[in-house]
């Protein structure tokens, strides 16, 4: 076994862990816990995955991306940003509850800011190379939340609270120390190249991704919300193990490994692999998915296979297209994939609200399931078209 293949299986078992263990839990945690309680849960997952994206500003990339340099003076710097963009948002929140008169809790701001701090640990320990570090501060993750959630502290303070104890517990091991707030900008401007041509394109692919839960939460309400991420979730999760976990191999070899003939078979292979898995996983969905979500989250859900397809499919597309957008990453082929992240945003914010307001619940998902196929295979043209240039 090639030691590329040992590296995605090892970081993929961390994420089949901490996944595996939050899903077994479900039986148990549904009957504590209201759907619209889930559904302020998938809200704040939604909030955790943004801010592992876009919240330090893409220094992790440059963090993973060093080749065994321990980047300490880029780790201390990007401490701040978290905080930063967390005080900011904290401004945008206590303007909205006074504007709407509305009470969208503050634990979402703290979700965000310790979700980043995750994402930083991941990305130090990629740089060192430290995969079994990594998976244990992702199971530990898990576990965390499990507990905290069967302890009936709340499903959005459990997350919250595990994602502080792995990051108290990461930290133990990095030792990262905050660098005064002038010499941090000075870092991060070493770096400015990350925010000027990764930041742009993961906005909005973050945003595009997130717009469909967003309607679906506040146009069809918490509980819609709570049967929409859940099932996605569960309908998504071996496909999504796969994805990040080349990702992050990907980031780890760095661009020296980046040359034009070897990003094309790469690229053509997990094309091929990708396409080959998803036809069999949707198989499976179509034969075991009703079964398995209502096993998983009770019958009382009512959670039909018509509906758990169509997200599987659109979970399904984007497992297969988006780790391939890394390529074009390593060779720095930043305009094509800020090319089609702004037409799946433009795509997402223009279509999906209007969708929502005119349609039922179960022939959204369809639309979504339909608009995500297509989009998402452009990109793919996209990716190709531009490796072979």
């Avoid at 504590?32 to 955790?48: H, P, V």
């Avoid at 009512?302 to 957008?325: C, K, M, Q, T, Y």
């Amino acid at each position: 076994m090639t030691t590329a293949v040992k590296k995605i299986i090892k970081n993929a078992i961390g994420l089949a862990i901490g996944q595996g263990a939050v899903l077994v839990s479900l039986p148990l945690l549904t009957q504590i816990y209201s759907k619209e309680d889930f559904g302020n849960y998938g809200f704040a997952l939604l909030i955790a995955s943004n801010a592992m994206i876009c919240g330090l500003l893409r220094m992790d990339l440059a963090i993973s991306k060093s080749h065994g340099s321990l980047n300490e003076k880029l780790e201390s710097a990007s401490l701040w940003i978290p905080l930063v963009l967390g005080f900011l948002a904290l401004i945008i929140l206590v303007a909205l509850n006074w504007a709407l008169n509305v009470e969208i809790p503050y634990a979402f701001i703290l979700i965000g800011i310790f979700a980043a701090y995750f994402q930083l640990a991941i990305s130090a320990l990629n740089g060192r190379r430290s995969d079994n570090k990594i998976l244990v501060i992702r199971v530990s993750q898990a576990v965390v939340f499990v507990v905290a959630s069967i302890a009936k502290l709340g499903l959005v303070n459990s997350l919250l609270l595990s994602y502080v104890i792995s990051v108290i517990y990461a930290n133990r091991y990095l030792k990262i120390k905050p660098l005064k707030f002038k010499s941090s900008v000075n870092e991060i401007k070493k770096n400015i190249v990350y925010i000027k041509v990764s930041l742009p394109g993961a906005v909005m692919d973050s945003l595009g991704y997130s717009i469909s839960y967003v309607v679906v939460f506040f146009i069809y309400g918490p509980v819609a919300g709570a049967i929409y991420s859940q099932t996605q979730r569960i309908a998504s999760a071996p496909l999504s193990l796969i994805g990040p976990a080349i990702s992050q191999y990907l980031l780890s070899i760095g661009t020296y490994s980046a040359r034009n003939s070897w990003t094309i078979l790469v690229f053509k292979n997990m094309l091929r692999i990708g396409c080959t898995a998803a036809v069999l996983y949707l198989l499976i969905i179509y034969t075991c998915g009703e079964g398995l979500i209502n096993l998983l989250l009770g019958r009382e859900w009512f959670i039909s296979i018509e509906f758990i397809l169509f997200l599987g499919i659109a979970a399904v597309v984007r497992s297969v297209i988006s780790p391939a957008s890394t390529l074009l990453a390593l060779e720095n082929k930043h305009q094509p994939a800020l090319l089609a992240q702004i037409v799946i945003f433009s795509v997402s914010i223009g279509l999906y609200p209007v969708s929502a307001i005119n349609i039922s619940f179960e022939s959204y998902v369809k639309v979504y399931a339909a608009v995500e196929l297509l989009i998402y295979t452009i990109y793919g043209i996209i990716i190709y078209k531009s490796l072979v240039r």
